[in-house]
């Protein structure tokens, strides 16, 4: 890459006054990594608006992958559309390629119930059912057919999202009584219980106070060694922390309309030190959004 | 135009005088019509107490009517042994039939109609809940009656078809509590939506359709059209603990029966028969209150 003295300059800057702690270069070659999704020329569509045109990116097996850009510019989306949680949402359509270890998802004879088995999902406000904690784990590898060794699975699924310590003495006490960050996390050993492939986490830390924050993206850290995580993020700072690759969206608005564009994707230490596009730079160094 | 004096005493000035009148005539208005309901219901109660209380003992509540109701004499004609049995039959078959339908009614409402279709479904509902219960009564008798003659049963289908759309409405409403976020956690574990649905759905809105039960069990026991045309022909001094085949005496009708039949001491017993059943509808009207908030409680802590 061409390193001009204005890219010098910007890089600069972003190190600076963010004082971003920028997940260490990986300089891994892409070509050597198991691709886990392939997305190409993807569309998506709502009712007849394009809300996202024109994604393409590979999401590598057993990295983190963060999603970061301004709201509404369609990163959610992308991500909901990797599980297919937007199917329920009238008017959704979606064109072009989404592979997933070279299946792809959109094809007909896809049962979205077996896509979302193998993808799982965190949500932005923690989510526990009305149920005890133990029962919160315990209800999917129940239905999935997974009984065998039942409560050494919740122990594990529990230990696997830092919780274990915290709750193993009121495990039939209601999961509503936990505190907001400890629901989070019980809501990612509910979903690590089932052992999917891919764990999607849209915004998983933005009701969460700093400390619940950083247990999380620690505990990303660890759960990256067995799945494959990619996380939606409002803060840029915390996709430098914890990604090894990052994607910028951007809102695109020309002739009245907003479409969400796929502006940058590259690894998280290029993207905020030497980004190769103006509207990269300028998100990152805090122009705009 | 003059200007405002601000710098005048901070008393009402200009119309507020005439619009604080205003106001507390409105509020005031409010107030008693509230205080008017509350009132109605109190001293219905108390009249209903007065009289009736009387009447109550542990022989009437247990035995039948002595004999054949009749104008002529002025016996006293027993208790409301069987009517009690026989309204608890009618009323709990009936229930039994209009539970799962309502349920999956108000099922398919809220998690599987299209709102296209969700909104007939729903005005149809409306419409079946605005039904007289003389109507239906007459619908089921036309149907179902002649050439066949009465029995308990098909009281319990006209008092289906009064809680059907009672027991959908207050289901839908307690379903679309359970937050939709469960509902994607749930999605995104690999479960298919009826799953969801059974394991999740319906026992957070559980609390929800036991208090719409309980409403549509009250509004139903007290039902008079239905077991009047189709349920009336009893003997009214023995008891059967069928409701198919034969009519059963039942509450409503011995309400009926006994201030019919004319004398003191027949009339008290009216009254007594008349609190037996409103005991019993605001009994389960508390209860339902109770389980509400229960459910809500466990939903939001």
New interface residues.
Partial sequence: MDESPADADAASQVASPLAINVHEATEEDPATLEVVFDLRDVDVYYGQSLAVAGVSIEIYKNHITAMIGPSGCGKSTIVRSLNRMNDSISGFRLTGQCNYHGNDLYASGVDPVEVRRRIGMVFQRPNPFPKSIYDNIAWAPRILGMRENLDERVEKALRGAALWDEVKDRLKTSALGLSGGQQQRLCIARSIAIEPDVLLLDEPCSALDPISTALIEDLMQELKRDYTLVIVTHNMQQAARVAERTAFFSLDVSEGRRTGVLVEYDDTARLFTRPADKRTEDYVTGRFG | MATFDYSGPLTPSGNLRRRRVVDRVMRGGATAAAFIAVAILLIFIYSIVQRGASAISLSFLTHNPLETFSLSANVPLGGVGNAIIGSALIVAVGAVMAVPIGVLIALFLTEFATPRLAGPVRLALDLLYGLPSIVIALFLYGLLVVGHGQAGFYASLALSMIMVPLIARTTGESLQLV?K??R?????????RW?TTV??TI??AFGGIVTGTVLAVARAAGETAPVLLLSSLADPTTTSASVFGQPLNNLPLDIYNFSVAGGASNFAKAWGAALVLVTFVLVANFAARALHARSRR??S?
């Fill in positions: 937050p976020e469960l994607d956690a749930s999605h995104a574990l690999g479960i298919s799953r394991g999740l026992p957070s466990m939903m802590r």
